[in-house]
């Protein structure tokens, strides 16, 4: 067997976790920076925390942001459940393939179709019902459980494949209901899967673009969506000191969603 050097592969390695995380360091260092030129060095200073904590635009798209994942989290996980649950354990039925193909379409559609289509049909169903009317929370949270629960599924499904289906045939054995199984038996096992499906969602509604372009309204902008309309007009060092908030705020939930399935298993 060919044995590698060790400084290559120390070099190897060195060179792949700079090329991803250096410009992250990069980045969380020019926050702390005094001068107003992204790529300069004068000194340490906090004023550009300072001014983005009096960017009321900023501070409000961010907890439009969090409101909308957190909401499309939950109900992505509990739709995708039950379709990964139905992938699982029903075997074919009838109407199978075309299930299987609804289910995984946002997967493969492109964003810019898939929010151009939920745009058309809210217009629609305003012009039949009145209702909605006019784009908003509602609207971006219906666009991003639609991409989420194909992604949920498919986390979800690959957990409840794995696991020992004895233990729930045995419940049913002892005369409990399948929904009993379900919520006694099913879910206590899945769980660590439903925790890192709940924080992809999160992370895929916090991070969407696209269909919340196409979804929000006046009064509604999401952050991704006011950044990116910032970023277009030239770099700013408030966007430096937001993005390293969220760099150290999703750093504490990886961490506490790490050894809270740890301590699960």
Not at 3 to 31: C, D, E
């Amino acid at each position: 067997m060919l044995k590698t050097n060790p400084y290559w592969r120390a070099l190897s390695l060195f060179i792949g976790f700079g090329f991803l995380y250096l410009p992250i360091v990069f980045l969380v260092v020019f926050s702390f920076n005094e001068s107003a030129i992204m790529t300069s060095w004068s000194g340490f200073s906090l004023r550009w925390y300072q001014s983005l904590f009096a960017d009321k635009a900023l501070l409000n798209a961010a907890k439009l942001s969090f409101l909308i994942a957190a909401l499309t989290a939950t109900a992505a996980v509990v739709i995708g459940t039950w379709a990964a649950y139905v992938l699982s354990r029903m075997g074919k039925f009838k109407g199978f393939t075309l299930y299987v193909g609804m289910l995984s379409a946002p997967l493969v559609i492109p964003e810019v179709v898939l929010g151009i289509s939920l745009l058309l049909m809210f217009v629609e169903m305003s012009k039949l019902f009145g209702w909605p009317d006019g784009n908003g929370i509602f609207t971006i949270w219906v666009g991003h459980v639609v991409l989420c629960v194909a992604y949920v599924a498919v986390v979800i499904q690959a957990r409840i494949r794995d696991f020992d289906r004895s233990l729930e045939e045995a419940a049913l054995d002892l005369g409990a209901t399948p929904l009993k199984v379900f919520f006694s038996i099913t879910l206590p096992l899945i769980m660590p899967a439903l925790m890192a499906a709940w924080l992809l969602a999160f992370t895929l509604s916090l991070d969407d673009v696209v269909i919340a372009s196409f979804l929000s309204g006046p009064g509604y902008t999401t952050l991704p969506v006011e950044v990116f309309s910032r970023v277009r007009l030239g770099l700013k060092p408030e966007i430096n000191a937001l993005a390293t908030l969220f760099i150290f705020g999703v750093g504490l939930c990886v961490i506490v969603a790490s050894r809270l399935q740890k301590n699960h298993s």
